[in-house]
């Protein structure tokens, strides 16, 4: 006779998927706690109104999640850099704390493809210069 060891990851009482390691358990887990809060977020826009929709999106967000959070990051790098470009002092302390605050949540991270677009850029120019003289 053997003894197995299965990691039951439970919701609401129902038992969702049977694996045989804590860490694939944990990590499901982690995914369904995902899925829940993204369905919130849904659920509070109207725009899906069947609760079966909202849960296949949510879980292919969720399971998408480093998708997501680059296309996210994406919009918070354009926001980031129009703050830049306009420069506007605020009209108050207040609204220079706000501002100073959002900044500082904000993570600018480098665009490696317009670095390597530039590296290639300049070694065109070089190129070219050499076959010229």
């Known amino acids: 006779m053997s003894v197995l060891v299965e990691y039951v990851v439970e919701r609401n009482g129902v038992g969702k ?4 390691s804590k860490a694939e358990a944990d990590a499901y887990d982690k995914l369904l706690d995902t899925v829940d809060g993204i369905s919130q ?8 109104k069947e609760e079966e929709k ?8 969720a399971k ?18 129009s703050v ?7 009209k108050s302390k207040k609204q220079s704390s706000l501002a100073s605050q959002s900044l500082l949540d904000i993570v600018i991270e480098p665009d490696e493809d317009a670095i390597i677009e530039t590296i290639d850029e300049t070694l065109d120019q070089s190129k070219d210069n050499v076959a010229a003289a």
């Open 17 to 20: 998927m049977t694996f045989p």
């Open 41 to 48: 977020v849904l659920s509070k826009s109207q725009v899906l």
């Open 54 to 61: 909202i849960e296949e999106l949510a879980m292919y967000l």
């Open 64 to 81: 998408n999640r480093d998708s997501l959070i680059t296309a996210l990051a994406q919009k918070r790098k354009s926001i980031a850099n």
């Open 84 to 90: 830049d470009e306009k420069s506007q002092k605020p």
